[in-house]
């Protein structure tokens, strides 16, 4: 990244986002506003095996692999040409903890099964990873030793295309996502913060949440990831960091797939035209 934080006048250059069964249109408008500079497809997740309750580093995409091959990425990065595809790392809910049997072993199937979906499911065409695990089980020292070597070794592999890491910390499990980065600042691109599953908060608290989260993370860049149907205060939320130039980009958490009932469809693309 050319810049870092998210302090000062900040252009918005970065749209994310997380895609699992579905497709998104690659010929959206949102993918050619000029001032995009980085497009991510992010794949979730790639998911581990898991023996009585124990990750075995094993990991494995539960993406959808007739819809999302090796000649989707080729024709995502074709159509867009700054478009990257991300592999995500982890899962969502209790089901897929960071819960590794041995964290030796765990290290190195994950490295090895990884590189597997790299290298032999899509050419090296794979640009990053992200760490998205909304449950952790072990200890904070584990979870940032662990995760660390990983995306370390995986970023310098020389024979391997990842050239970008990011990190999804939710509320719950921050701390350890703290400690993580700050073990590993000089391999983290980007934090991605989950405030689409927060709990109820006024304008001025989501405000003071993102300032916090830019002053614990202040070298590197820090996106909030908000639901695909977020509710109003989010997006007066986002307004108001784009107005103040306080953003650097935002990343979808798309929800299409969800059963509650939410009809309130976010266009990014609607809210920059009226900035």
Same mark, same amino acid.
């Given at each position: 990244?050319?810049?870092?934080?998210?302090?000062?006048?900040?252009?918005?250059?970065?749209?994310? =986002?997380? #895609?699992?069964? #579905?497709?998104?249109?690659?010929?959206?408008?949102?993918?050619?506003?000029?001032?995009?500079?980085?497009?991510?497809? #992010?794949?979730?997740?790639?998911?581990?095996?898991?023996?009585?309750?124990?990750?075995?580093?094993?990991?494995?995409?539960?993406?959808?692999?007739?819809?999302?091959?090796?000649?989707?990425?080729?024709?995502?990065? +074709?159509?867009?040409?700054?478009?990257?595809?991300?592999?995500?790392?982890?899962?969502?809910?209790?089901?897929?903890?960071?819960?590794?049997?041995?964290?030796?072993?765990?290290?190195?199937?994950?490295?090895?099964?990884?590189?597997?979906?790299?290298?032999?499911?899509?050419?090296? @065409?794979?640009?990053?990873?992200? #760490?998205?695990?909304?449950?952790?089980?072990?200890?904070?020292?584990?979870?940032?030793?662990?995760?660390? +070597?990983?995306?370390?070794? @995986?970023?310098? +592999?020389?024979?391997?295309?990842?050239?970008?890491?990011?990190?999804?910390?939710?509320?719950?499990? !921050?701390?350890?996502?703290?400690?993580?980065?700050?073990?590993?600042?000089?391999?983290?691109?980007?934090?991605?913060? =989950?405030?689409?599953?927060?709990?109820?908060? *006024?304008?001025? !608290?989501?405000? =003071?949440?993102?300032?916090?989260?830019?002053?614990?993370?202040?070298? *590197?860049?820090?996106?909030?990831?908000?639901?695909?149907?977020?509710?109003?205060?989010?997006? =007066?939320?986002?307004?108001?960091?784009?107005?103040?130039?306080?953003?650097?980009?935002?990343?979808?958490?798309?929800?299409?797939?969800?059963?509650?009932?939410?009809?309130?469809?976010?266009? @990014? +693309?609607?809210?920059? !035209?009226?900035?």
């Amino acid at each position: 990244m050319s810049s870092k934080g998210n302090n000062g006048n900040i252009d918005f250059t970065i749209y994310r =986002e997380y #895609i699992h069964d #579905i497709p998104p249109p690659i010929n959206s408008n949102i993918y050619k506003l000029k001032y995009i500079k980085h497009v991510d497809f #992010i794949l979730s997740f790639a998911t581990e095996v898991y023996v009585h309750g124990k990750g075995t580093g094993n990991f494995f995409p539960t993406w959808n692999l007739d819809v999302f091959d090796i000649e989707w990425v080729k024709k995502v990065k +074709e159509t867009i040409p700054h478009a990257r595809v991300i592999i995500s790392i982890g899962g969502v809910g209790s089901e897929f903890p960071f819960n590794p049997i041995d964290k030796h072993i765990w290290i190195y199937r994950a490295i090895e099964s990884i590189k597997w979906i790299v290298r032999d499911l899509y050419h090296n @065409l794979i640009d990053g990873i992200d #760490i998205h695990y909304d449950v952790i089980k072990s200890s904070e020292d584990e979870f940032s030793f662990s995760i660390g +070597e990983v995306i370390r070794k @995986l970023k310098y +592999e020389i024979d391997l295309s990842i050239n970008v890491v990011s990190i999804a910390p939710n509320e719950r499990f !921050q701390s350890y996502y703290l400690n993580l980065y700050l073990q590993n600042k000089d391999i983290i691109d980007l934090v991605d913060f =989950e405030f689409y599953n927060l709990k109820p908060r *006024t304008l001025e !608290q989501l405000l =003071e949440l993102y300032k916090k989260l830019v002053h614990e993370y202040s070298l *590197t860049i820090v996106l909030p990831i908000i639901s695909s149907h977020p509710e109003h205060i989010i997006i =007066e939320f986002i307004r108001y960091l784009l107005k103040s130039k306080l953003l650097h980009g935002i990343v979808v958490w798309d929800d299409n797939n969800s059963t509650d009932g939410s009809t309130n469809s976010f266009s @990014l +693309e609607n809210v920059l !035209q009226d900035i």
